[in-house]
């Protein structure tokens, strides 16, 4: 599904590598933590997966090819394999719940029969059936943040890349985002999550990756953390 292999990206000559050499594989299916100090390279892992980077050396594969390759007129098919979920939401604030998830729907030119059908079954699934004319300043964070995911996996993403998605929320919202990422994860998305939230990482006990200075130095199923070790 995801494989790096032998991955550098370097940004400049004379600064140390943002990743150095990374090596793995990421099954289809899997729910994976990446962990790791401001600065491990994390935000560079994701920009790689959804081809805003290129790496400086080494092949990132997404469904077996390798994405450095890609064409740019190309590139926008591949994000459509990617559902993305991020910390502040990033959601419209002029728009309803019910536009917001739509929205993602319509910029690939899926016709209003298909989006009027689709909408409310992923609000539904996200527990927000009730909130499809609500606007994003009516909600709580928790809230907003289903209102993200939905977006995220209306299109079938094979993949969903969740970039600290508990960040802005308080644990036991954060627990209930977690529990919905893992129903997704069961459905058979693959799942990515780069998150500070040790705690939570340790509750879910699902594969660990952590990096720091820009190399792997850990992978392991049903992991456990602490920065102490680090």
């Known amino acids: 599904m995801i494989e790096f292999i032998n991955?550098?990206?370097?940004?400049?000559?004379?600064?140390?590598?943002?990743?150095n050499n990374i090596n793995l594989f990421i099954d289809k299916g899997e729910f994976v933590f990446i962990v790791g100090r401001s600065g491990a390279g994390k935000s560079t892992f994701i920009k790689l997966l959804q081809r805003e980077?290129?790496?400086?050396?080494?092949?990132?594969?997404?469904?077996?090819?390798?994405?450095?390759?890609?064409?740019?007129?190309?590139?926008?098919?591949?994000?459509?394999k990617i559902g993305v979920v991020f910390q502040d939401f990033k959601l419209l604030e002029n728009k309803t719940v019910f536009e917001n998830v739509a929205y993602a729907?319509?910029?690939?030119?899926?016709?209003?029969?298909?989006?009027?059908?689709?909408?409310?079954?992923?609000l539904e699934?996200?527990?927000?059936a009730d909130k499809a004319d609500r606007y994003p300043s009516e909600l709580s964070g928790g809230e907003q943040q289903r209102v993200a995911i939905a977006r995220a996996i209306i299109n079938n993403p094979s993949i969903l890349i969740c970039d600290e998605p508990t960040g802005n929320l308080d644990p036991e919202t954060s627990r209930e985002i977690m529990a919905l990422l893992d129903e997704i994860n069961r459905h058979g998305t693959t799942?990515?999550?780069?998150?500070?939230?040790?705690?939570?990482?340790?509750?879910m006990?699902?594969?660990?990756?952590?990096?720091?200075?820009?190399?792997?130095?850990?992978?392991?199923?049903?992991?456990?953390?602490?920065?102490?070790t680090v």
Do not use: C
Not at 8 to 19: I, M, R, V, W
Not at 108 to 120: E, L, M, N, T
Not at 191 to 203: P, Q
């Open 7 to 19: 991955v550098t990206k370097s940004y400049e000559k004379d600064q140390a590598d943002a990743l």
């Open 125 to 128: 699934m996200v527990g927000l």
């Open 53 to 80: 980077l290129n790496p400086t050396e080494g092949i990132v594969k997404i469904q077996n090819h390798d994405i450095s390759k890609l064409k740019k007129r190309d590139i926008p098919y591949l994000r459509r």
């Open 191 to 203: 799942i990515v999550v780069v998150t500070h939230d040790i705690e939570m990482v340790n509750e």
């Open 205 to 228: 006990k699902k594969r660990l990756i952590v990096l720091d200075d820009g190399k792997l130095i850990a992978d392991n199923m049903k992991g456990t953390f602490n920065y102490a």
């Open 105 to 122: 729907m319509e910029i690939i030119g899926r016709p209003y029969s298909k989006i009027r059908k689709k909408v409310p079954l992923a």
